[in-house]
T-cell receptor
Framework: EAGVAQSPRYKIIEKRQSVAFWCNPISGHATLYWYQQILGQGPKLLIQFQNNGVVDDSQLPKDRFSAERLKGVDSTLKIQPAKLEDSAVYLC???????????FGAGTRLSVL | AQSVAQPEDQVNVAEGNPLTVKCTYSVSGNPYLFWYVQYPNRGLQFLLKYITGDNLVKGSYGFEAEFNKSQTSFHLKKPSALVSDSALYFCAVRGWDTGNQFYFGTGTSLTVIP
């Protein structure tokens, strides 16, 4: 089966600019996660969707970050405006809740200058 | 609150020798524990999980992990290391008292020396 697809793979922007990331999960996976992985750290959950509903967004900086999964399939994560500390790899993962296994995409590496 | 600790940033082991990557956790209630591996420029890949049952869990690529409730540990092991095992390893826990988030450790870089 096809894996989790993410685009773009790399993005370089200047601070205060906006950026958006796209994720296409594995077909049939109702659960979708966005993680932020800062260099030298483990992934930190930003938001979790179950179908098109938000399950947990407690660690999402809502003043600048937003995410949506309108039809319960693809998802986009947006940062507006970006700060230097947003430089990180943004990982998307999907899974079936009952299996407790997450399948990760390759990630988008964001550099904010 | 849930947390995971990986006390070693770096582990070096000779090819053919046994390897251990350490993980300890803190969680309320029964833990769900996981190991993931990350190769350069790739996403994380699932290796194994402990939910319930036998304390020794076997996973992909010959890896196994032992759940030790008294020591709150879930160390990753492999009897004979391969050069291709060189990667970044993450331990994760899923807790249930503050939602059902996955919490990841900071990772351990494993280098297998030929």
């Amino acid at each position: 089966e096809a894996g989790v697809a993410q685009s773009p793979r790399y993005k370089i922007i200047e601070k205060r600019q906006s950026v958006a990331f796209w994720c296409n999960p594995i077909s049939g996976h109702a659960t979708l996660y966005w993680y932020q992985q800062i260099l030298g750290q483990g992934p930190k959950l930003l938001i979790q969707f179950q179908n098109n509903g938000v399950v947990d967004d407690s660690q999402l900086p809502k003043d600048r970050f937003s995410a949506e999964r309108l039809k319960g399939v693809d998802s986009t994560l947006k940062i507006q405006p970006a700060k230097l500390e947003d430089s990180a790899v943004y990982l998307c993962a999907s899974g079936r809740e009952a299996k407790n296994i997450q399948y990760f995409g390759a990630g988008t590496r964001l550099s904010v200058l | 609150a849930q947390s995971v600790a990986q006390p070693e940033d770096q582990v070096n082991v000779a090819e053919g020798n046994p390897l251990t990557v350490k993980c300890t956790y803190s969680v309320s209630g029964n833990p769900y524990l996981f190991w993931y591996v990350q190769y350069p420029n790739r996403g994380l890949q699932f290796l194994l999980k402990y939910i319930t049952g036998d304390n020794l869990v076997k996973g992909s690529y010959g890896f196994e992990a032992e759940f030790n409730k008294s020591q709150t540990s879930f160390h990753l092991k492999k009897p004979s290391a391969l050069v291709s095992d060189s990667a970044l390893y993450f331990c994760a826990v899923r807790g249930w008292d503050t939602g059902n988030q996955f919490y990841f450790g900071t990772g351990t870089s494993l280098t297998v020396i030929p």
